[in-house]
């Protein structure tokens, strides 16, 4: 199982950028939980949000709703993180992860530890 992330760069504030994560491999896509994290210098990784099987339910952190969405295409392996009004502060290497659903009616965790594959990352920057 492979998942690459992909769509970070060098975006001004007050920007908007769309990362993608494609899942290749032995995958069972649409039975996974795929989650967003991202880890700046110096910090722990956090999580940012989650999204269910079909995409019938997500889970963000607070701070960041409106803000960020989440989305997937199961036809395409492939799940979305559009971000806007980005500041300096969402300077991260942002990560991809899935997680396998175990047992019929498993919640959506924004914990690092129960995500079972993840992506390489890709760094955002933005600049001021």
């Known amino acids: 199982v492979q998942l690459q992330a992909s769509g970070g760069g060098l975006v001004r504030a007050g920007g908007s950028v769309r990362l993608s994560c494609a899942a290749s491999g032995r995958t069972f896509f649409s039975s996974w939980i795929m989650g967003w994290f991202r880890q700046a210098p110096g910090k722990e990784r956090e999580f940012l949000a989650a999204?269910?099987?079909?995409?019938?339910?997500?889970l963000y952190e607070e701070s960041l709703k409106g803000r960020f969405t989440i989305s997937r295409d199961d036809g395409k392996n492939t799940v979305y993180l559009q971000m806007g009004s980005l500041t300096p502060e969402d300077t991260a290497v942002y990560f991809c992860a899935a997680d396998r659903v175990r047992a019929i009616g498993q919640s959506i965790s924004d914990k690092a530890d129960e995500y079972d594959y993840w992506g390489q990352g890709t760094l955002v920057t933005v600049s001021s």
């Open positions: 999204i269910g099987l079909g995409g019938r339910s997500t």
